[in-house]
């Protein structure tokens, strides 16, 4: 089974406009970490958000906001006043712990976002 | 701060025959990570190193993948031999040893294998 889900394969939207991306998680755990990355066209993975399972504060950077609700295993993106510059690929992941005793990152298929002007 | 480095950035290679990519991590992380990016999927780990050793390799496809980690600090990902569908973008990154810290990643190596 998909540990993320990440149903959205492309967004399109013109410039200023709020978009949200979602992300679905399933996990056992009662600690985990999920993450939202940022891929532009260079290709290198951008950090953007951490949120581990005991904090379900929503979170607010700038003109990014997150909203995450464990009653619905949902971690949700939105973009306020979208930019061209937002233009790229949004990956979410999910680090939960493994029967070795460790933490692994399972990345998501991505969401790509293309803002016109 | 030096972010982390990876080379080559491109490698087109015939099938059967073998390449190596190599990384940096960003100094002070003991962890590091080898992904396998297919287009138009997202990032899956082959292998993951605390230090020197090995703390999953679970989706590494032994047979022709092997990576090694010499001194906790730079790291090789060899395949040997390559198939059509080990084209990709290989992304290394790294990060605190704390379960909880972000990754870094680093540009990738596209590898094309015609």
């Known amino acids: 089974a998909q540990k993320v889900t990440q149903a959205q394969t492309e967004i399109s939207v013109v410039e200023k406009e709020d978009v949200t991306l979602d992300c679905v998680y399933e996990?056992?755990?009662?600690?985990?970490?999920l993450f939202w990355y940022k891929q532009p066209p260079s290709g290198e993975l951008v950090f953007l958000i951490r949120?581990?399972?005991?904090?379900?504060q929503n979170e607010i950077s700038g003109r990014y906001s997150w909203n995450f609700q464990k009653s619905t295993s949902s971690f949700n993106f939105t973009i306020t006043a979208s930019q061209v510059v937002d233009s790229a690929v949004y990956f979410c992941?999910?680090?939960?712990?493994?029967?070795?005793?460790?933490?692994?990152?399972?990345f998501g298929r991505g969401t790509s976002l293309i803002v016109h002007p | 701060e030096a972010g982390v480095a990876q080379s080559p950035r491109y490698k087109i290679i015939e099938k059967r025959q073998s390449v190596a990519f190599w990384c940096n991590p960003i100094?002070?992380?003991?962890?590091l990570y080898w992904y396998q990016q297919i287009l138009g999927q997202g990032p899956k780990l082959l292998i993951q190193?605390?230090?020197?050793?090995?703390?999953?390799d679970s989706q590494l496809p032994k047979d022709r993948f092997s990576a090694e980690r010499l001194k906790g600090v730079d790291s090789t990902l060899k395949i040997q031999p390559a198939k059509l569908e080990d084209s990709a973008v290989y992304l290394c990154?790294?990060?605190?040893?704390?379960?909880?810290?972000?990754?870094?990643f680093g540009q990738g190596t596209r590898l094309t294998v015609v």
């Open positions: 996990t056992r755990d009662t600690t985990y970490y």
């Open positions: 990154a790294s990060s605190l040893i704390f379960r909880d810290r972000e990754a870094f």
């Open positions: 949120r581990n399972s005991f904090d379900e």
């Open positions: 190193f605390q230090n020197n050793g090995v703390v999953d």
């Open positions: 992941a999910l680090s939960e712990h493994t029967s070795g005793g460790s933490y692994i990152p399972t």
């Open positions: 100094s002070g992380h003991a962890t």
